[in-house]
């Protein structure tokens, strides 16, 4: 069975939004290792409108003389992005999601394959969470106290209970957590 595994760089307080305004001094080649493991496992990416939109305006003009592994990864694996407003998708290997998207990703779950892999999206992040579709979390917390922006989890739907799974503590002072839904 395939598994949804969602990364994040979060802020200490918990805010995930713009993290180009926040994140870029704690990157790291500790980091970036953590993070690159991962791509192996790899074969479908989930992504919300947002995170697609901003994503698509970029990543096609990166090449990986720029950006080396990661401009291939982000371009040439496939993409699903969930939108209720997009009406077309046009980045390479990209394609929408509709219908009932808890049925549509419990079914491609169960198809084989690798991991299915959630960047970014904090409103999609928050819906899997709420559907129990999403298997692990994986968080990047920058000690940084950034304020104000979207946080990983508001909602008035209550508790989703977690267990931490791993935890590291990078040399500058990031925390790597990953985190696993509490048995019921």
Not at 157 to 176: E, F, I, R, W, Y
Request: glycine fraction near 6%; hydrophobic fraction near 45%.
């Amino acid at each position: 069975m395939r598994k949804i595994i969602a990364a994040e760089f979060l802020s200490l307080d918990g805010v995930m939004e713009a993290p180009d305004q926040w994140h870029f001094p704690y990157v790291s080649e500790e980091m970036g290792a953590a993070q690159f493991a991962l791509m192996p496992e790899i074969d479908t990416m989930l992504l919300g409108r947002r995170t697609y939109e901003e994503f698509a305006a970029s990543w096609p003009q990166r090449t990986s003389a720029d950006f080396g592994p990661l401009a291939d990864f982000m371009n040439k694996t496939p993409k699903l992005v969930v939108s209720t407003t997009l009406k077309e998708v046009t980045w390479e290997n990209s394609s929408l999601l509709s219908g009932n998207l808890a049925e549509e990703l419990a079914g491609l779950k169960r198809q084989p394959g690798k991991t299915i892999f959630v960047l970014g999206s904090a409103s999609l992040v928050k819906w899997l969470l709420q559907e129990h579709l999403l298997d692990e979390l994986q968080l990047f917390v920058d000690p940084v106290l950034v304020g104000k922006g979207k946080r990983l989890y508001e909602s008035e739907n209550g508790q989703v209970p977690l267990t931490l799974a791993s935890c590291q503590t990078l040399a500058n002072g990031v925390l790597s957590l990953t985190y696993q839904p509490a048995a019921s």
